[in-house]
């Protein structure tokens, strides 16, 4: 693994063209034992071509490169520019635009959009831990303000064709994010039973549909109506902070999202959130490490089932 590195500057010395990102990828990959990338093989005997951008399996005969079963195949884009793609991406608190993206890499836009997209994939935690201990439980919802929408598109409701979204934080730990088709019990209650260890401290407002928990966990609430916004150790504000940052986020750099995409967006801040402790370069590392697997574009255009 390269030695540690700050800034843009030193990311460029560290990874200077594309016999170096290829032999770093593979390192992340195989740590020096390729294995064949074919889902139907798997096999860990693999030939290396001299000039090592290729590999043949030993038990399939099929030629590979380091790509094939990540991010990155198929793509016409250097892995250079892919890395610095992560770099910026995981680096920026707030993220990155495709339009910013696309000027920093020379790239078009829509080939910097598809990149993002394929890069808030990795961000999702495949096997996330069971949250723990007191967990703060809150909904939000995503979309433009009333205020800002022509006349004729107002609704009079604050949460009418906004995308709801619930958010689970663990205290001292990490939080975890799902987007709801609405706030009806049968969309709130299974994540929280899925992702919170039964007999946790709970805290929520007091959305009547939360009354259902009490069997589970040791739930409190705090009524937001009457101004009580903490009481001792009972309160969502640190969640609260998660959202404020998340809005922000989309506000200052993207302007606005789409329904179909929310939760990439979600699981990048939720990403950055629980990885605050690490450095730009651990974080680096540890989004390259999940990129086993693709998101293809047909897939990320098609309609919203």
Request: glycine content about 6%.
């Amino acid at each position: 693994m390269p030695k540690k590195f700050k800034g843009l500057i030193d990311f460029i010395e560290k990874f200077p063209d594309e016999k170096t990102c290829r032999k770093f990828l593979a390192k992340m990959r195989w740590d020096g034992k390729p294995v064949c990338p074919f889902k139907d093989c798997k096999h860990d005997k693999v030939y290396v071509y001299n000039d090592e951008k290729k590999y043949k399996c030993a038990k399939c005969r099929r030629i590979f490169s380091v790509r094939v079963g990540t991010i990155f195949e198929d793509s016409k884009i250097s892995l250079q520019k892919w890395f610095m793609a992560f770099y910026l991406t995981t680096a920026h608190k707030k993220g990155i635009s495709s339009l910013q993206l696309g000027r920093d890499l020379n790239i078009t836009q829509k080939s910097a959009w598809f990149m993002l997209h394929r890069i808030r994939e990795t961000t999702r935690d495949k096997a996330p831990e069971i949250l723990e201990g007191v967990v703060e439980i809150d909904e939000v919802f995503i979309g433009g303000k009333e205020s800002n929408k022509h006349k004729h598109l107002r609704t009079g409701s604050a949460q009418e064709n906004k995308t709801p979204v619930i958010g689970l934080l663990q205290r001292g730990k990490e939080v975890r994010t799902k987007v709801l088709k609405n706030v009806q019990a049968r969309q709130l209650i299974p994540p929280i039973l899925h992702n919170v260890k039964p007999g946790s401290y709970i805290v929520t407002d007091q959305n009547s549909t939360y009354k259902r928990l009490q069997g589970y966990y040791v739930h409190v609430t705090i009524n937001h109506d009457r101004g009580e916004y903490a009481r001792d150790a009972a309160h969502v504000n640190t969640l609260e902070g998660f959202w404020s940052h998340l809005k922000r986020m989309i506000t200052g750099i993207y302007h606005q999202i789409s329904e179909k995409h929310t939760h990439r967006y979600c699981d990048a801040m939720s990403f950055r959130y629980n990885t605050r402790h690490l450095t730009d370069v651990e974080r680096f590392y540890l989004a390259i490490s999940r990129c086993e697997g693709r998101l293809r574009y047909k897939e990320l255009i098609k309609d919203q089932a």
